[in-house]
């Protein structure tokens, strides 16, 4: 319900298009995707990329037992009819759909799903999709090397599949992504699919322009009815948000995401302001505090830095208004949320008092790790560093490549890092980063432990009931937000623009560009035929 | 004619070499790695053996070793990420990139050695002047803020061309980025010219042959032009080397499948064999070039031994 309240107020350019989407759904024409996150598609291989930039053409051309349901704001099946739970809730048994056709023509069966989740848990290969499948029972043995294949997936007929899970977790927040997709066990395993790749989504694959385009075109046999609308589909790679700025009004793009700048522009130029949808996604924007460097150990300092920081000034004038202040780790999309909790206040008196008690009268110096990103790396710490001033800390800046940080993060080489953080859909799991055994390799990053936290997180994975569980969910997010671990800056506001002739667009908390484009049709008035 | 080629070609081999040993070296103390980017809470066991399948946990001489023997037959190596031998993918991204280079270096030299001789001739004229200030300016405007204002003059406004992609690797889709790439090393050209017409104009010879009653065209035909080309085709030689890196931009800014782009993502994604077979083709086609260049000395001015 508060996901349907934040994407009504968030969706403004959708709110409008509104009486378009009343409209019955085009048949043909092309949908023109822009894929912004990089010069090229890292590969056609959709197990091996945890990279945004690849989700977006793998949305349509793949799909993955779950998939996430927007207006919902929860993951619902996609490849299964059915899910019976039992065994308290750790045995979930999947009745297969049995209209699912590969774009080779074969049938989906109980094989390709099991034969997909032990590809993904291959221990020599890192595939990124192994966080997922490490909650079926046996899935970490063969990561391991010790199985050979993952003992809680069971193939009970062609059609189902029972699978065992270590924990009571919902399994829809762990197999919803294209990381997860299943693939043709026969065809996957041949060199020809990595150029070729086939899938089970509602597009099939036509053609790759490396470092220009993905084009894919409908699957007749897709199992929805009427569905996928369009005919062809076509992502273009475009990471220069200037070029796409003209593209987009050049309208040889359909859909356009927007950087800072671009957002100012676009609300104030009429003709424009229309084609924006903006979705609070499920990511966290933070600096991280290393709690082995002095200073950062006292809970005091950590707190200091919360209110040192004129967060609202950099979210409004920097980032442009393009974020929402952070109150916690949960992100405003999340079931957990607790719309009650406020943030830290501007308060730099309070954070020279709290540093003097912590024994830093004179405030002290630290190193900050960062990257280059706009959103979350460099033009952030500049801004940071005279508010840590004025309050006697020193940061000095370490820039490094993004690609290099999440390394440096993992390995707890720093004393302060920024980064942007997936802080949902399933706020259990995310708060599950900061329980004393989730290594720092994995995503506690900050080391945390605290046996308080722990005790909640435990008691919250064992809940049956989801209104307990969020309740003791609020809890422990409250309690992260008194230790305060990192500087809680934002939660991403996630924009795009979107041509009038475009319907259908879905707001995804998870990431915005990642739609499921059978869902999506373009009108006549659309100039691509 | 030809033992100078087969000199010049064995001299590549310690420059590709050492290119190689550089990039290797360089790669092999950077920080980041594959298995960071592919996943970033990778057990630590599997990171282990993803490291030894791809050879990432030998000592440097060994990988070195290994790749070089790969390399004496053909075999540029195995892509990390996608898993296809990089020759092809390379071999996907080089054409591209030569349509936009040789394009790109057509105007320039079709438009900027011209100019030069033009301005040349009538130095402190109105030609000239213009044409150094067009030669200035192309020297100094930055490729990402060209690119961007000829896609807002001739995609959006005039609606002349695409302002983005590849398309079907035509004409329509290459005149822009071409032409972004291209007005630096034709203002150059300009310049480059027209400061060798000039200096000839002035030289011993020059004077002897008017002197003896050489029409002013023939002087600039036999004697001026054909010593300026010499000076020319230096430049453009070492140009076409500039362009390779400068490319990149254009290539992001344009949607381009070229190179550049495939060496830029390689280098983030720490795809080692990727980058290596990049930088070595960029790296071989700058000689490739610089041997064309030096057999046309010969053609252009035959005074010129190949001893």
Known sequence: MMFRTIAIVAGLGL????????????????????????????????????RAQDEIYAKALHRSLYIWNSAEGKPVLELAKEDVVSGGGLVHTFKLRDDAYFHNGRKMTADDVIWSYNRIMDGTKAYPGARYVRIIEGAAAVEKGQAKEISGLKKIDDFTVEMKLTENLDPGFYFFTALTSIYPADEAAKESFLQKPIGLGPFKFVEHVPGSRIAMERWDRFYKPGKPYADKVVVSIMAEAAARDVAFRNK????????????????????????IVEVAEVFTRYMGMNPSFKPFTDKRVRQAINYAIDTDLIINKLVKGKAYRA??????????????????PYDPAKAKQLLTE???PSGFEFEWTTSQNESWGLPIVSAVIPMLDKVGIKAKVKQIETAVLSEVIRSGDYQAFIYSQQTGPDPLAALKCFHSSTPQSACNYMNFKNAEFDKIIDEAGQADDVAKRTQLLQKANALLYDEAPVWFFNYNKAVMAVQPWLHGVQLNATELTHQNVEDLWVDETSPAK | MLSFVIRRLLQTIPTVLAVVLMVFVLFSVVPGSIVSSMSDDADPQVELRMKKQLGLDDPIYVRFGAYIAKLATGDFGTSFRTREPVTAM?????????????????FAVLLGVPLGFVAALRPGGIVDTLAMVLAVSGLSIAKFWLGLVLMYLFALKLGWLPSFGYGDGGPKYLLLPALTLGVSPMALFARTTRAAVLEIMTADFVRTARSKGMSEARVVKWHVMRNALVIILTTVGLQFGGLMGQAVVVEKLFSWPGIGSLLVDSVLQRDIPAVQ?????????????????DVLYGVIDPRIRYA
């Open chain 1, 327 to 344: 109150t916690s780790w949960l992100p405003l999309t999340s079931s957990a949320y607790d719309k009650a909790m406020k943030p830290y």
């Open chain 1, 15 to 50: 709110a409008l298009a509104a009486p378009a989407e009343a409209q019955t759904p085009r048949k043909g024409g092309t949908i023109r995707m822009t894929a912004p996150y990089g010069s090229s598609f890292t590969s056609l291989d959709i197990h091996t990329t945890q």
């Open chain 1, 252 to 275: 040889e793009i359909d859909t356009s995401v927007l950087g800072p700048a671009q957002y100012v522009a676009y609300q104030n130029d009429a003709d424009l302001k229309g084609t």
């Open chain 1, 358 to 360: 912590a024994g830093y």
């Open chain 2, 90 to 106: 390379i071999a996907k991204r080089a054409w591209p990139t030569l349509q936009l280079i040789c394009a790109a270096m057509a």
């Open chain 2, 277 to 293: 077979g990049s930088i070595l083709v960029v790296v071989l086609a700058f000689l490739a070039i610089n041997l064309l260049i």
